[in-house]
């Protein structure tokens, strides 16, 4: 039974690798609010010290309700996320696979749902290997059919980083963009070639979609690699997040207009402008996260009910073939269908309803046309944005068969390094 498994494991993973899947990915309409974050904060980033007593929690709603037999399993993989080549017995200590055994009914709400919650590691599937790792959750003896996946990190801290953040060295970027310089201490390591060994992450907001990856020091000083050139690493600083506060439904919360309570909850928010504007207005925001909370409940996992929420865009596209998505950490940043936003000439307005659950949501527009897409145009840019950077630092020694994650590092726009 064991090799079976491992058989159908490797066929399931060729087969997301085909459908290039090794993101943050819900492949079920009736999987809500999947969360992954480290256990000491929620919704932060999803990263554990390798052999040290940190956690991961993940949650999850099935709106089917009832009780099925979800099982998990984590994927080694490299920096670019590609599966790496080694057995799960060679990353895993204990089992290859797990049930999700802690699961709870929702309780008076409108909504029903089940919801699931694990933590990771626990006493059947523990990482030994420090890298990049890929959680897939699915139906019992049906690896190869995924529910969903998410990205996490587990992270063997040996090297050491110093950044800072300084305005573009472009002129015409100056005011909208964030350069960062840095360097990376690898002299705890058995680095030959920083060339060909070391590759530095930085990712905005812990978002992939908008990341640098730094495999060419510009200067190596014994183990010190220094990366600050000119070109690279320079940000758009983006804008503040717009966000609503959504919980309660008995009355209205912070960018709410109005609250209908039926056989379904619905909820319209404030008309939402365009924010490209030359001046910067400082608006506190949570970098694109949400959180799950209810005042009007005692255990939001399980007493917090779901809406219909309408976004509504005063903007016109100078294309009609353009595209107007709504991201943020609750869309996994996908431009896809389910966030994409409908269009209505005659009023000059782009509406979208998502079924969310009670929380407070951070969000952002992006437009899409057949040029690319644009983070900006309708949200704006500022070098005085406040963001988070997450460096992750590779190592994969000469002659390996996987890429180590041996630094970690946090540096916040408006704050040091922590």
């Given amino acids: 039974m064991k090799y079976l498994f491992l058989l159908i494991?490797?066929?399931?993973?060729?087969?997301?690798?085909?459908?290039?899947?090794?993101?943050?990915?819900?492949?079920?309409?009736?999987?809500?609010?999947?969360?992954?974050?480290?256990?000491?904060?929620?919704?932060?980033?999803?990263?554990?010290?390798l052999h040290t007593n940190d956690v991961l929690l993940l949650?999850?709603?099935?709106?089917?309700?009832?009780?099925?037999?979800?099982?998990?399993?984590?994927i080694h993989?490299?920096?670019d996320w590609k599966p790496s080549s080694l057995s799960p017995s060679e990353y895993l200590q204990s089992f290859t696979e797990d049930r999700i055994m802690d699961y709870r009914y929702s309780f008076n709400t409108k909504q029903k749902y089940t919801h699931y919650q694990l933590t990771l590691p626990n006493y059947n599937i523990v990482p030994k290997l420090s890298g990049n790792y890929l959680l897939k959750v699915y139906p019992e003896g049906k690896p190869a059919e995924p529910i969903f996946t998410q990205q996490f990190y587990v992270v063997d801290q040996r090297a050491g980083l110093v950044a800072g953040?300084?305005?573009?060295?472009?002129?015409?970027?100056?005011?909208?963009?964030?350069?960062?310089?840095?360097?990376?201490?690898?002299?705890?390591?058995?680095?030959?070639?920083?060339?060909?060994?070391i590759r530095t992450l930085i990712m905005q907001n812990g978002r992939p979609d908008v990341s640098s990856m730094n495999t060419n020091p510009q200067f190596v000083q014994g183990g010190l690699l220094q990366f600050n050139d000119f070109q690279t690493n320079d940000f758009a600083g983006g804008n503040e997040f717009r966000r609503f506060d959504l919980?309660?439904?008995?009355?209205?919360?912070?960018?709410?207009?109005?609250?209908?309570?039926?056989?379904?909850?619905?909820?319209m928010l404030m008309n939402d402008r365009v924010l490209n504007q030359p001046n910067y207005t400082f608006q506190y925001d949570n970098n694109g996260k949400f959180f799950i909370l209810n005042?009007?409940?005692?255990?939001?996992?399980?007493?917090?009910?779901y809406a219909h929420v309408y976004f509504n865009l005063n903007y016109t596209p100078q294309n009609p073939n353009d595209a107007v998505f709504i991201t943020?950490?609750?869309?996994?940043?996908?431009?896809?269908?389910s966030g994409k936003m409908n269009y209505d000439a005659a009023r000059g307005n782009f509406y979208k309803d998502l079924y969310l659950k009670q929380g407070v949501y951070d969000y952002h527009y992006v437009l899409k046309t057949k040029n690319g897409t644009d983070?900006?145009?309708?949200d704006g840019s500022h070098f005085e944005t406040e963001n988070d950077y997450q460096f992750l630092v590779y190592f994969k020694r000469t002659g390996s068969r996987y890429e180590e994650l041996v630094g970690y590092h946090l540096l916040n726009s408006t704050k040091s390094l922590r």
Avoid at 20 to 33: A, E, L, M, R, W
């Fill in 9 to 49: 494991l490797l066929l399931s993973t060729q087969i997301i690798a085909a459908q290039n899947s090794y993101q943050n990915v819900v492949y079920q309409p009736n999987i809500k609010t999947v969360q992954l974050y480290n256990a000491q904060q929620e919704s932060s980033f999803p990263i554990i010290g």
């Fill in 59 to 74: 949650g999850f709603d099935d709106l089917n309700a009832g009780t099925k037999n979800y099982y998990y399993t984590i």
């Fill in 77 to 79: 993989c490299d920096a």
């Fill in 165 to 197: 953040i300084v305005p573009s060295n472009q002129v015409i970027d100056r005011t909208t963009n964030q350069k960062i310089n840095f360097s990376v201490d690898v002299s705890a390591l058995p680095v030959q070639n920083p060339y060909a060994e």
């Fill in 247 to 267: 919980r309660t439904l008995l009355s209205g919360g912070e960018h709410i207009a109005k609250i209908y309570r039926d056989t379904v909850n619905t909820v």
């Fill in 295 to 305: 005042y009007d409940g005692r255990n939001p996992q399980t007493d917090a009910d």
């Fill in 328 to 337: 943020g950490k609750f869309t996994n940043y996908l431009l896809n269908e």
């Fill in 375 to 378: 983070q900006i145009a309708i």
